[in-house]
């Protein structure tokens, strides 16, 4: 597949469980087989080498009434005005909103051949302040989400910050984690097993997929998992924050935009257009997706949301869906240095903008993957009917 010595189970079994301690901080086999007497649909996924991925965005999963994780929370954080409203949020939304939105998004990998299931990060709120109840937050919110689905499907995340976020819950997201993805790599057919350096990725169907800290200050090592993925079908790279600058005052909070990664940030542009590949994201809370095209090639990005914060926003509704749109939030708010910054972290992607999306909307996502190219359908909120379809490759 990749002209590299396919990894034995054995190999597969040994370099696991070190693995997912470094991915998800430094950062069963598919259900694609079918019974006998299926129809044609089945056949056609077959000779087209086809897969769906089920995928959420940020879940910030909490439940209300705010003791039940906050009850430890250091009241002189800075942030507490913002961060209580949060948890009301929360605990507003997982109350009917999001179970549903979770119960659609299953019911569509039960009907469909679903490999797997991806989170995007931000699984959790955080903010406990107590180890034992950070990692209470975290077996409930895999035992939650998780429930309505198949058991045969493994469950892929990546670490996002509020997964981190408290006293003790970088300590705690580390123990979890390693041994969860642990279990849940063991149930995928993947081949060329591989990590450096916190990156992590992994062939499945002749398609790399790539995971890593999106603030991660080692730039190069994503650089190198894009770059050497050999005869790849597709190129996935996995990432809580967005390469692409973000509609956002937070513009550097992404993948590659700490200063430090300035020069190596027009490398991995590079690398990305080359392979042709493919960003997912969430973080900003956002429907959105964008294609570059440039002298290199082309790579898309699409950032997923599933914070269903209030009713409206389960809309497909586009709050903009033209390039010259790119940036137009910010732009229109920020001044002086800011604006000066701003402005020169959009100059990257700008120009080479061919298609651009955006919108606040919130739902479940499911991804088709072929011989033919990678789609990406949207349900808004808790529907079973995409709204929209974005073609990623």
Request: hydrophobic fraction near 40%.
């Amino acid at each position: 597949m990749t002209g590299k010595r396919v990894m034995t189970r054995r190999d597969f079994c040994a370099g696991v469980s070190s693995l997912f301690g470094a991915l998800w901080l430094g950062g069963c086999r598919s259900v694609l087989t079918s019974a006998p007497g299926e129809d044609s649909s089945g056949d056609i996924a077959r000779r087209l080498n086809a897969y769906r991925v089920a995928v959420l965005g940020d879940t910030h999963f909490d439940k209300a009434p705010e003791s039940i994780y906050h009850s430890h929370y250091d009241e002189s954080n800075k942030w507490a005005k913002v961060q209580h409203e949060e948890f009301r949020r929360n605990g507003d939304m997982w109350q009917e909103r999001c179970p549903s939105l979770v119960a659609a998004s299953a019911a569509l990998a039960a009907k469909h051949d679903t490999a797997f299931i991806l989170q995007l990060g931000d699984l959790i709120q955080g903010d406990c302040d107590h180890a034992p109840t950070h990692r209470q937050m975290l077996d409930d919110a895999i035992s939650t989400i998780r429930d309505p689905y198949p058991p045969s499907l493994p469950f892929l995340t990546v670490v996002g910050n509020h997964d981190i976020r408290g006293k003790g819950a970088k300590e705690e997201y580390k123990s979890f984690i390693k041994w969860f993805m642990f279990a849940e790599t063991m149930r995928l057919d993947a081949d060329d097993l591989a990590v450096k350096n916190g990156v992590s990725s992994f062939f499945y169907r002749g398609d790399k997929w790539i995971f890593c800290n999106f603030e991660t200050k080692d730039l190069q090592s994503v650089i190198d998992a894009v770059e050497e993925s050999g005869d790849a079908r597709h190129v996935f790279l996995v990432t809580h924050g967005p390469f692409v600058t973000p509609d956002s005052r937070s513009c550097r909070w992404r993948l590659g935009g700490r200063e430090c990664c300035d020069a190596l940030r027009p490398k991995l542009y590079e690398a990305l257009s080359r392979r042709h590949a493919i960003v997912l994201a969430g973080h900003i809370h956002t429907t959105a997706f964008c294609r570059i095209e440039n002298e290199f090639g082309s790579f898309s990005e699409m950032t997923f949301n599933s914070v269903w914060a209030k009713p409206s926003l389960a809309t497909g509704e586009a709050m903009y869906d033209k390039p010259e749109h790119y940036g137009a939030n910010t732009l229109a708010v920020l001044k002086g240095d800011k604006l000066d910054d701003f402005k020169a972290q959009l100059a990257l992607f700008r120009p080479a903008l061919k298609e651009y999306f955006y919108s606040l909307a919130a739902g479940h996502y499911g991804l088709e993957i072929s011989d033919t190219g990678v789609k990406a359908d949207f349900y808004p909120g808790a529907a079973t009917i995409p709204a929209r379809t974005f073609t990623l490759a």
